[in-house]
């Protein structure tokens, strides 16, 4: 059985190498391509396609618009194909937000080293999407919390991934104003993605949410999102520091790192989150924190995108 794939791109150069790409693997066909967004949608409709690699900018009808439409009459798994501009990510972010799947950067060259890492990505997602859930057409459900008064010397962690930025946008939409804690987010993203992620989570408005620099103190009621490309830990002073350290897991940052330089600083104290997404990261940091007595939930199976990482984080003992 191959999983049938519909490729959507208003560059004939970007559609024929993505579907070369797509036709080199037979665990993949490609049914069918389109090159706006309103032609995307009609053929959704007539080839029934298991996945959809999606342009974000395109005539008629763009990527985000056609995605959404998609989701409302024939809820699908999308794969974004996007630019690396600070506009294509913010437009990808929205893009995830609305229920595509995840993301990938857009191959820029024939001949570089960056093309075949951009294949090796590609796949690598094209693979996490056909085992994703289809996201649902109906939005999350969001339980707001009323306004906090209390203080508290806790420090929240978080690991996210596949599926990571719908996840948290709920979250921030739950969490009350006044928040006492610091909150530390590990989000598997390139460079040049967090910065968006950290405003869109920011705009939302409950806690104040930026992209951590190297050598700041944690305040409390602030988030701080780790940048792409870059590892990040916390010493028992609340001070930041990242490095780009070898990537630990295939990702870099790793929550990982995060969770056990938590562990170390704040023993107790610390809650973590491990959220949707592939493979296992966080597991070994919510060990590290039980050891010490922290506390680590970890994302239902029922709404995660991929119930990866918080399946190896229950089965390593650390929820």
Known sequence: MSFKVLV????????RVISDWVSSDPQFEVVGSANNGKEAVARVHELNPDIITMDVEMPVM?????LEQIMSEK???????????????????????LGAIDFVTKPQSSNSIKFIGAREEFFEKLRAAVKAQIPSKSARKVIASPPMTSKSDKVVVIASSTGGPRALAALWQSLPKGFPCPILVAQHMPEGF??????????????P?????????????????????????????????????????????????????AA?????RTLGLVLTGMGRDGADGAVALK??????????SESCTVYGMPRAAMAAGGI
Do not use: W
């Open 8 to 15: 959507v791109d208003d560059s004939p150069f970007i559609r």
């Open 62 to 66: 763009d990527g985000l618009q056609a």
């Open 75 to 97: 809820p699908t798994r999308v794969l974004m194909v996007s630019s690396i501009t600070s506009q294509g990510a913010t437009a990808t972010l929205r893009a995830l937000e």
């Open 194 to 207: 967090t910065l968006s992620l950290a405003k869109r989570l920011d705009g939302i408005g409950t806690v």
């Open 209 to 261: 949410c930026k992209e951590a620099e190297h050598g700041e103190v944690i305040q409390p009621g602030q988030a701080y999102i780790c940048p792409g490309g870059k590892h990040m830990t916390v010493d028992s002073k609340g001070v930041l520091s990242l490095n780009e350290e070898a990537p630990l897991h295939g990702v870099r940052p790793a929550a990982d790192h995060l969770f056990v330089s």
């Open 264 to 268: 170390r600083a704040f023993g107790s």
């Open 291 to 300: 050891a010490v007595r922290g506390t680590v939930f970890g994302e239902s």
